[in-house]
């Protein structure tokens, strides 16, 4: 069982950047898909972003294409969800997720969830 955990989260004006970072408690035997997704209250999950296992390809959510990036350190087994000009409708619970099979815009096609990490941007 892979324990994936968040951090970087906070409170950020709009306009400002975070960082989100993704940690593993192990080195898979094979890297895999990573995505983000968010949840704010009353709404279900969305999908934010994805990478595939080397980093060479990345997929966003039509809201937060060019503000948003994914990036992955396979050495550290660590990914990255780069968040700026950070708007109100951003705030959500924001959650890790690995070893997709299938569509990586899909929550349900991933096996493994992080405990997520709070993201709040204020106006």
């Known amino acids: 069982q892979v324990l994936l955990v968040e951090s970087g989260g906070g409170l950020v004006q709009a306009g400002g950047s975070l960082r989100l970072s993704c940690g593993a408690s192990?080195?898979?035997?094979?890297?895999?898909?990573m995505g983000w997704f968010r949840q704010a209250p009353g709404k279900e999950r969305e999908f934010v972003a994805a990478i595939n296992y080397n980093g060479a390809s990345t997929y966003y959510a039509d809201s937060v294409k060019g503000r948003f990036t994914i990036s992955r350190d396979n050495a550290k087994n660590t990914v990255y969800l780069q968040m700026n000009s950070l708007k109100p409708e951003d705030t959500a619970d924001y959650y890790c997720?690995?070893?997709?099979?299938?569509?990586?815009?899909?929550?349900?096609?991933?096996?493994?969830w992080g405990q997520g990490t709070q993201v709040t941007v204020s106006s």
């Open positions: 192990e080195r898979p035997s094979k890297n895999y898909a």
């Open positions: 997720a690995g070893y997709p099979r299938g569509d990586l815009s899909d929550s349900q096609s991933y096996r493994y």
